[in-house]
């Protein structure tokens, strides 16, 4: 039963193969697969990197180009801003396009405290946060002014 007996004297098929398609899943890394399916006829040893062409985006979303899916891990990249919405949820990201979160909004704004008596400056990112104590509202200056702070 050794296929190399099988085979006709001008007969192609690989030496160990059934003839049939591999169709196994191939692999873009040693840990991850794509979903596409190696086309070769059966063969011994692993099959090929995915020659399939995939659209890919950049960090942003702005810019796409075509590559490999073997090559999933290539992230394109492209000079124009960021532009996501920051967690303040009032200013865009003014980075170049860039992989991972965006970092805290570090844009200046002015509040007054809860009497209106003081205004400062707080970076908008820290604004809310518990360490702050300062809320959209406005900030506590320490005076007493008989408001309700709700």
């Not at 890394?29 to 062409?53: A, M």
């Not at 999933?72 to 980075?95: A, E, N, R």
């Amino acid at each position: 039963n050794n296929p190399a007996q099988r085979r006709g004297k001008g007969d192609m098929t690989v030496p160990h193969s059934c003839g049939e398609p591999c169709k196994k899943k191939l692999a873009i890394s040693e840990d991850v697969n794509c979903h596409h399916r190696c086309h070769q006829l059966c063969h011994p040893g692993p099959c090929p990197p995915c020659p399939v062409t995939i659209t890919r985006y950049c960090p942003c979303g702005k810019t796409s180009s075509r590559v490999r899916c073997s090559q999933y891990s290539v992230l394109p990249s492209c000079d124009k801003s960021c532009d996501k919405m920051l967690d303040c949820g009032l200013h865009k990201c003014i980075l170049i396009c860039h992989e991972g979160a965006c970092s805290s909004c570090d844009v200046s704004v002015e509040l007054l405290c809860y009497c209106k008596r003081e205004k400062k400056s707080f970076l908008c990112g820290d604004i809310g946060t518990e360490m702050s104590g300062v809320t959209r509202k406005g900030f506590s200056c320490g005076r007493i002014c008989n408001r309700s702070l709700s």
